[in-house]
């Protein structure tokens, strides 16, 4: 099928910039209520219990379940109608939705206005990386999507950041003015993609779009095999962010500074992730694919020694070089699933991305609070060899199922 929005020439950077800039004030706010959801709604820091555990859990997966369960209709209403609308409209409902948040405490409404905030965001991010494979050629698609990565994950890691700083900074009572100005950086997300796309609130209608192509997009072996990954992933991630400010408070380690490390990390992804992507572009995706899961693995491996053996320094220095590996798997991943929509609608396609990061969140956050409240420690280890264990697997699949397709060929 044609796609409803045309590559845009060269020399023409405004759409581009416009995307770019709406997945970081999205993602911005998403780290934001991410990061102090937990305070916010228990009044506290510290000394959270097993049940109050999955209460905040529960709440926090609000906004994944969202994103899962809405996303490809998000997906196929971008195909049929064009990008730019579901992108803008997306970004403003997610805007007031945080600033509904600053409005209430109570789990009931916090985890309803977070369900709805996910639908918000799984639209921004399906529209998103439509308009990032229509507007990259081949040859440099690892590096375009390099940059949307850079920009996605910075956004995250700002919000952590500045919610993480926002802990140490104010009192708990003023928590609600995080949520207001991640709305603030939302709205102006929203002023600057219209005045750089002007025209895309005109797009033509895809009329030769049809939502039966949801299904196919989902079940096809290469689609899967290249989107599975991002579900151990982001059982990670979701989880490691819901309570890394309570579990840093806990053993000592001040907000500010926990915002601190945070940031110097995002700051590095700016370089490596465009780097990463021109590699992928260079030597091959499936190759860069595998060096992120290594890292990714030895990152795991470096987290249950540092639980066991301390902070020494050679755990530390592995960490580091696990961590900058893992680095290298997003943009390859990302140009390697826009290379598999030629023959699809890109938005439907590029939707299942999303949903299986929003279903990495809530299977993660359900997992490691389960095991955690049943096996103290030792749940978090099996937790983490699991999805060290399991993104292994999934990579291996791919390649052989490469190799296989190459010989047959």
């Known amino acids: 099928m044609v796609a409803p929005d045309p590559a845009a020439p060269a020399h023409d950077r405004h759409p581009l910039t416009a995307v770019l800039s709406a997945t970081f004030f999205v993602r911005f706010g998403f780290g934001i209520t991410v990061a102090v959801f937990a305070t916010y709604i228990l009044g506290r820091s510290v000394g959270l219990d097993g049940s109050q555990v999955g209460v905040v859990g529960l709440v926090s997966a609000m906004a994944p379940t969202g994103e899962f369960t809405t ?91 500045f919610g993480f700083g926002s802990l140490g900074l104010l009192d708990n009572a003023q928590l609600p003015l995080v949520f207001l100005a991640g709305a603030g950086a939302l709205a102006v997300g929203i002023l600057l993609g219209v005045w750089w796309v002007p025209s895309g609130w005109r797009a033509t209608p895809n009329r030769s779009y049809v939502f ?19 579900l ?19 053993v000592g380690i001040p907000p500010l500074d926990l915002a601190l490390a945070i940031g110097l990390g995002g700051l590095l992804l700016v370089g490596t992730q465009p780097t990463f992507g021109r590699l992928a572009d260079r030597f091959g995706q499936q190759r860069l694919m595998i060096v992120g899961t290594v890292g990714f693995v030895g990152a795991m491996i470096c987290a249950a020694l540092l639980a066991n053996l301390g902070a020494q320094p050679w755990i530390l220095g592995a ?9 290298a798997y997003g943009p390859a991943a990302l140009a390697a699933l826009a290379d598999l929509t030629a023959s699809l609608s890109r938005a439907t396609t590029m939707a299942v991305y999303s949903l299986v990061i929003s279903l990495g969140m809530i299977v993660g956050l359900a997992a490691s609070t389960g095991l ?5 420690n030792l749940g978090l ?29």
């Open 319 to 327: 960490l580091g070089v696990s961590v900058l590996a893992a680095l």
């Open 212 to 230: 039966s192509t949801v299904l196919p997009a989902i079940v096809r072996r290469e689609v899967l095999l290249v989107t599975l990954p991002w």
């Open 71 to 161: 996303v490809l209709l998000s997906g196929a209403v971008a195909d049929r109608y064009g990008r730019f609308p579901v992108l803008f409209g997306g970004m403003a409902g997610s805007a007031v939705l945080l600033a509904l948040t600053a409005l209430t405490r109570d789990p009931w409404a916090l985890g309803g206005l977070n369900f709805a905030f996910g639908i918000g965001s799984g639209a921004i991010l399906a529209s998103s990386l439509a308009l990032i494979a229509d507007r990259s050629v081949h040859p440099e698609r690892g590096y375009e999507m390099g940059r949307f990565d850079a920009v996605n994950l910075v956004g995250w890691i700002g919000g952590f950041a």
């Open 232 to 250: 151990v992933i982001y059982m990670l991630i979701g989880t490691a962010f819901v309570f890394l400010g309570t579990s840093a408070s806990g």
């Open 372 to 376: 955690f409240g049943a096996l103290g």
């Open 381 to 409: 280890d099996l937790f983490f060899g699991s999805i060290a264990a399991g993104l292994a697997l999934l990579t291996a699949l791919r390649t052989l199922d490469l190799r296989r397709t190459v010989a047959v060929d």
